[in-house]
């Protein structure tokens, strides 16, 4: 395992690499979480490639923006000095929810440096599917948790409260399983960056004349059959943008298929990088 901090768009960002061989590169959750979410559950992956782990601007172990320079825009830029230090042509990424819209929104701005992509959790590649979360997510909650997250949000906003008390409440909707929760890892989460990172989303996510410029890349969703963005929905926001996509369904999970079904992600991980390998 190999630890680093590495300047890109002036910001000193964390980085963590385990095993060696083909890179795969992992874009973390969020907006605003971190990659310790990944781990320790995905490490197994390391005895058949090099896993390239790193903490978004702002996230987690990485530096801060003085200037609160955080957007979707950036994060691109950003993944892109990382492939040009780490010496990579192509890179296969490895997008979790937030971070396979990222990965999406990256391969559309540099389609030749992109290998392969898989996602799991995905959201989309249009707006409908963020906000379809939000809406999805709010309705599955019960009143009383619906009322205690209305109040922990304004709290919030006023600085007087913390993203794990809003976790504390919807957690349990992020699973099939509420059993599973115990073995989510220990993570932070800047609201910050989600704050406003979430408001870019809002303005310029759109990713449907976008096509074209993804139709040589393979690409997989390995989405939770309960997850909020359920695969039936994701054939409306996402797989009819970019029809040959291979949808993968996992049984008996939710949203957060990395800590319910680690097992199930990694073998259709080693299958997909393995086939397509340039």
């Not at 197994?44 to 825009?73: H, M, N, P, W």
């Not at 000095?81 to 990579?88: A, D, K, Y």
């Not at 074209?212 to 943008?241: M, W």
């Amino acid at each position: 395992m190999e630890e680093n901090f590495i300047k890109l768009r002036g910001l000193n960002i964390f980085t963590r690499t385990i095993g060696d061989g083909e890179p795969l590169v992992f874009l973390h959750g969020g907006p605003g979480g971190e990659h310790r979410y990944f781990l320790p559950h995905l490490e197994e992956l390391s005895k058949d490639f090099k896993l390239v782990f790193y903490d978004q601007r702002g996230c987690g172990r990485s530096e801060e923006s003085t200037d609160k320079a955080y957007s979707i825009q950036e994060e691109i830029e950003t993944l892109e000095e990382l492939r040009t230090h780490l010496g990579i042509e192509k890179l296969n990424l490895v997008g979790e929810s937030w971070g396979s819209m990222l990965a999406l929104s990256y391969a559309c701005a540099y389609p030749t440096h992109v290998n392969k992509l898989f996602l799991t959790a995905a959201v989309g590649a249009v707006l409908d599917g963020y906000l379809g979360f939000e809406q999805e997510l709010l309705s599955r909650l019960s009143d009383k948790d619906k009322s205690d997250l209305e109040k922990v949000m304004e709290r919030l906003r006023n600085e007087e409260a913390t993203v794990e008390e809003v976790f504390s409440i919807i957690d349990p909707y992020y699973v099939f399983s509420v059993e599973s929760l115990h073995k989510k890892s220990v993570t932070k989460a800047n609201n910050e960056v989600n704050m406003i990172v979430g408001e870019d989303i809002k303005k310029h996510y759109d990713l449907s004349n976008e096509s074209r410029k993804l139709e040589h890349i393979p690409i997989v969703v390995a989405q939770g059959e309960n997850d909020i963005i359920t695969p039936d929905k994701l054939q409306e926001v996402l797989i009819k943008y970019l029809p040959h996509t291979k949808l993968e369904i996992i049984k008996e999970c939710g949203h957060w298929s990395v800590i319910e079904k680690p097992t199930v992600l990694m073998d259709l991980i080693k299958r997909f990088f393995s086939e397509y390998i340039s």
